[in-house]
């Protein structure tokens, strides 16, 4: 009886203990908490995911050139990857980075989006993301939804991100980018962004592809407006 006391102890000391240094959640160090959308309590471990039988714990950080903040080749490789595989253009997956998390892997938002793509909990399990702070999983998980939005919304850009930032259903909803200041904000920074076409290293990324052509907008005969970066 005196040794379960002690372990309960030891149990409610431990949860305690997380309590206090989760109560904050701006950075991921090792275990953050975030609540999901019924108010549920989520631990993640931040720094630790088994691959092949081995815990990976190291994940690449942002550098700064002059007052540009770039990604290590290892993100920009797994960028370039995952969206060569799903079709969709990685200069708009590396604006939506430098908006979302300013490459930072280990990057949680007040409402609880985490990782370099800012996945909120229920997209992550959504699209099978297990630690959003796993830079390989985290690019899968978001540029899966990216590509979905792309294709739930006919390919038009700013209604895509529109939903990226405040959900398809807000989107679905008000039928356009919601008059919400913080949606119609990021819909504006990340476009300028993509339209920049400027690569986030100063260069061509990877020395592979230019930069895509700028976003046009055209209305077609039946008076549908369509958005395209096809020269």
Not at 35 to 43: F, H, S, V
Not at 47 to 73: D, H, K, L, Y
Not at 203 to 225: C, L, M, S, W
Request: glycine share 10%.
């Amino acid at each position: 009886m005196h040794s379960r006391m002690q372990s309960g102890l030891k149990i409610l000391v431990c949860l305690s203990a997380w309590g206090l240094a989760l109560s904050r959640p701006v950075r991921a160090d090792n275990i953050v908490t975030v609540k999901d959308e019924t108010g549920r309590k989520i631990y993640i471990n931040t720094g630790e995911r088994r691959t092949n039988g081995q815990w990976a714990t190291s994940v690449p950080a942002p550098a700064r050139v002059g007052n540009a903040i770039v990604p290590s080749p290892e993100i920009t490789d797994l960028v370039q990857q995952t969206a060569d595989r799903l079709q969709v253009d990685p200069q708009l997956v590396h604006a939506i980075i430098k908006v979302e998390s300013e490459y930072d892997p280990k990057a949680v938002s007040t409402k609880g989006a985490m990782g370099l793509m800012q996945l909120i909990p229920e997209t992550a399990q959504r699209f099978g993301v297990e630690n959003p702070f796993n830079p390989k999983e985290n690019i899968e998980g978001g540029v899966s939804y990216l590509k979905h939005l792309l294709n739930l919304f006919g390919g038009d850009l700013p209604l895509s991100l529109a939903a990226y930032n405040a959900g398809e259903g807000a989107v679905q909803r008000s039928g356009g980018v919601p008059a919400y200041a913080e949606t119609q904000d990021y819909v504006q920074k990340v476009t300028n962004l993509y339209q920049s076409g400027s690569p986030p290293s100063g260069g061509h990324a990877n020395g592979k592809k230019p930069p895509p052509p700028p976003i046009t907008r055209y209305v077609d005969e039946q008076g549908v407006v369509h958005y395209t970066n096809v020269e």
